[in-house]
Structure formats: C-alpha cells, structure tokens
C-alpha cells in the first residue's frame, strides 16, 4: 500500500476518516468492542468502559515486553504498518491510527525519528499537537512512563476528538475546569483529592501552529515545575500525565501503573476509565473512581 503524502493544511479530519474505513476494510484496524456504563464521583460523571474483548491487545503487548526482556525491544512505529499511516505532520513528527483503539479515530502523533518516552516533551511536540487539535476539537494525551499507563516506549502523544459519549461536548473533567482554574498567581486546584497542576488556556486556534506551540510548551513546563518535576533534570524525575485541549491543560504526576487491578493512563484524568469485566465494573464502585485516581497518583499535600 502506497503511504499518502505529507498533510495538507486542512485535511487532516478528511484523511482521517479515509484512512480509519481502508484500515477496517483490510483488518489493520482492530477497534476493541465496549459497553459503557456512567459513575458519578465528585461531580463528574466517569464514563467507565467495559471492554469485551482484548485478547489481540493484550497478545500484541505480552510478545512486545518477552521481545524486550531478550534484548529486542520491539516498536510498532518503527516500521509501522501502511495502513494505519493518516499522513507526515512535520519533518519530526506523522500520524498513525491507534490499531486497538476503543474510541473512534484515535490519533497516535508519533516522532519520525526515535525518542523515548520518557523524554521530555519538545516545542517540536508541541508543535505537532497544536497542529493536529488546530484541525480536530478533541483531548490530547500524554503518558509520561509506563507507571503513567505508556504501553510504548516510543515517544507518542495522542488524539482523540469530541465527543467521547454522544451525550457529552467534552470530558467529563471539563466540568470542573472554569476560568478561575488559572490565576495569575499560580494554579488555583480543582477539587480533587490528588496532586495536579491546571491551566484555561487563551489561545487563538486561527494562528498558525507555530505561533500556538510555544504558549502550549510553556504551560507544560509551568506545571510540571508545579507538580514537582525538576526542569533541569535530563529526563523527568517523575511519571506524569498530561491533557490538553483548545481550552485547557492539566498534569498530574503517578506513584503507580494501576491500583488492585485496574489500569489507568491519561484518559482515566480526563473521566473516562476502562474496566475488563463485570466484577472488574462492580470492583471500581467499591472503591469509587476518585480513589483510584487518587491512589494512583499522588496525594494532595
């Protein structure tokens, strides 16, 4: 299969969509069935996932790390398979769809070249991202580690576009995100019982990405400098995750990978979680989401 050329400005939704239906047509694309369930907590109502099946995914993963432990660290982007390539973002970054994706066009950004994923973000990453929610009103992500819930060591953000739930605009966090979350003072915290950093962000989407990334680096080094990451580290002394939007941005620093069994990344942050089972489903309402958010993170001081 011929991979398509470099994104046009523009066309970045179309191209997506394209790829997403050639992608299925040929079985690269491997979306994993769900039913979904709401659990209000704090007054966010977490969109929780029960998926029904993750065999492939979870086979895919389980040869990666035996690969690893034998010395040959394996990396689906490096080759990457044709068909889930959208496009070339930048001379450092491209677009491939997440092969076993439970949301609908998940976008994985990945750099061309290696780096790792415990590297710091770059204004070239953040250049990348601004491109791709330029075009696609969704959250962004970033799993800073493996103890934030990266399954790759390759450095990768990703996209998903709104909306999560038919019902929803937004996440489910966003509730709780008001203009008074920034103060010019700091980071005023939003009632939730872990350490974390937020800023609203004031961007114009019109501009052209190389004006918006900087304000995008920027806030990133402004919160993990207030979560406690060491700027002057040469990788971050701690696991993190981050979410963006047009509107906002939030960290917020990990102690763990998951908490009795349940597995949280990025998206957990944002409101949505996913469970294996039914028992797994019922397991989450005994020790409620904001706990496990909390007992994955860190506590507030």
Partial sequence: MTAPADLTPGTLWEQLQHRTATALACGALQPIPTEFTVLEDGGIHFLVRIVKNLVRKETATAQQRQAAKQGKPANPFLPYEDALFVGNLSPTHLCLLNKFNVVDH???????????????????????????????DGLG????????????????????????HPDKATVPIAALIHPRSSTTA????????FHHGVLTLDLDWSQDAAAIAPILWESYRQLATHIGVDLKAERPNLPYNLL??????????????????????????????????????????????????????????
């Fill in 106 to 136: 998940h976008l994985l950004v990945v750099t061309r070249a290696y780096e790792s994923q415990e590297d710091w973000l770059t204004l070239a990453d953040f250049t990348a991202l601004a491109m791709t929610l330029k075009e696609i």
């Fill in 244 to 301: 963006a939007t047009r509107q906002w941005m939030l960290v917020v620093p990990r102690s763990r990978e998951d908490y009795q069994g349940i597995p949280v990344n990025s998206l957990g942050y944002a409101g949505s979680l996913l469970v294996k089972t039914a028992a797994g489903l019922a397991h989450l309402k005994q020790i409620g989401p904001l706990n496990l958010l909390a007992a994955v993170g860190q506590p507030m001081a």
């Fill in 186 to 193: 700091g980071m005023a915290p939003l009632p939730l019982p």
């Fill in 141 to 164: 992500f970033y799993n800073g580690g493996r103890a934030a819930g990266a399954s790759q060591h390759h450095k990768h953000l990703q996209v998903v576009p709104f909306p999560f």
